[in-house]
């Protein structure tokens, strides 16, 4: 890409550095976006040409206008304006029709204007109101500098309760979070109940997603619950899965009431099991569960003897997907 310098004799700073000077004011801002059509009064408030400037003056006072627009159609024809009403009256001529009196040469503003083009039209020619047309030449609205500055007022407004709304929706997240700190899941697991399998597992996977934790560690925390679950299920006589979840780890407990693991070693080894015919037509028994808890776990204490049942308890350290603790 070529570069050109221009060297000029004198130069002008387009912005000369007062402090403050470069923040733009919200209402500038406004002024910039919102357009002719945000602010302007419609439908407008019409007469024809063959109406008297007597049934005009009425329908100014009626409305507080002090200006009207003359139609034919949704066409712009002319303005009788209230300066044309004092000399009606000073002349003797309101009872005239407003055809024969009114400005022709109408100054107007299209709708899609912005509200900063429209002061500087109000600045430049002084008047009171401008009727607004849309694109296709139609008179859809009449605006003042009062519409104006209504318009930015509850722009402003309306502005201001969005911010207001924002910063409590912010700190209302911040609470839920601080509260959500610790979730804690538990649930009974029933012996021989098949269907279940996996229902803790799936809620405790739900919040570590939802807590944007890295999918590798969620689907080692899935596998330690799934597999100390169905233990249970397949195992045991019964007993309970508790899934606490912290912003740093994720700890499952699997507590039942027994027989107990005769052998824990051997029960750690891969593919010993004691599952009978029906846990194993349905899928388990390979005696590959506690291999894979211990594998997938980062701390892994089990305690089991015949009187109270087994206890296991499984520590996964959580970190956030893309690297972050
Ligand atoms: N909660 C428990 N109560 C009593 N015995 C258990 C319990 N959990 C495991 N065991 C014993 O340990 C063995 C090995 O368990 P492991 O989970 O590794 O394999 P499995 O459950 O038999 O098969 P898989 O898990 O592959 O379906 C089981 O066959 C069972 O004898
Ligand atoms: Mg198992």
């Not at 009114?102 to 109000?122: C, G, I, Q, W």
């Not at 008047?127 to 139609?138: E, I, K, Q």
């Not at 502005?159 to 979070?177: G, S, Y």
Request: proline content about 5%; hydrophobic content about 40%; aromatic content about 4%.
């Amino acid at each position: 890409m070529g570069v050109s310098t221009v060297t000029a004799r004198t130069s002008v700073p387009v912005w000369d550095e007062q402090p403050g000077r470069r923040s733009v004011p919200l209402a500038q801002v406004l002024v910039y976006e919102l357009r002719v059509r945000d602010a302007m009064s419609k439908p407008p408030v019409t007469a024809a040409p063959q109406d008297s400037l007597r049934s005009i003056q009425h329908l100014m006072k009626a409305h507080k206008f002090s200006g009207v627009p003359i139609v034919e159609g949704d066409r712009l024809v002319g303005l009788v304006s209230i300066e044309d009403i004092i000399n009606a009256l000073d002349r003797g001529h309101i009872n005239e029709p407003a055809e024969r009196h009114m400005t022709r040469n109408v100054v107007t503003l299209r709708d899609h204007y912005s509200l900063l083009r429209a002061v500087a039209e109000f600045e430049r020619h002084g008047f009171g109101r401008f009727p607004v047309l849309d694109a296709g030449d139609r008179l859809v609205g009449m605006i003042t500098r009062g519409d104006i500055t209504t318009c930015l007022m509850h722009h402003l407004e309306k502005r201001a309760e969005e911010a207001i709304a924002h910063e409590a929706a912010l700190v209302a997240a911040r609470v839920a979070d601080e509260k959500a700190e610790r979730v804690v899941i538990r649930a009974p697991v029933r012996t021989g109940d098949y269907d279940s399998a996996g229902k803790v597992s799936q809620r405790m996977r739900q919040v570590l997603r939802e807590r944007g934790i890295d999918p590798e560690v969620r689907r080692r925390a899935a596998v330690v619950a799934y597999e100390a679950e169905t233990n249970i299920i397949i195992h045991s006589l019964g007993g309970e899965i508790v899934v606490t979840i912290d912003p740093d780890k994720v700890v499952i407990e699997a507590n039942d009431v027994g027989p107990g693991i005769e052998n824990i070693e051997l029960a750690m080894q891969e593919g010993w099991s004691t599952a009978g015919r029906l846990p194993r037509e349905l899928g388990f028994g390979a005696g590959m569960g506690l291999p894979n808890i211990k594998r997938c776990s980062d701390r892994l204490e089990i305690q089991s003897d015949s009187e109270h049942g087994t206890r296991l308890r499984a520590e996964i350290f959580l970190k956030r997907a893309g690297g972050a603790e």
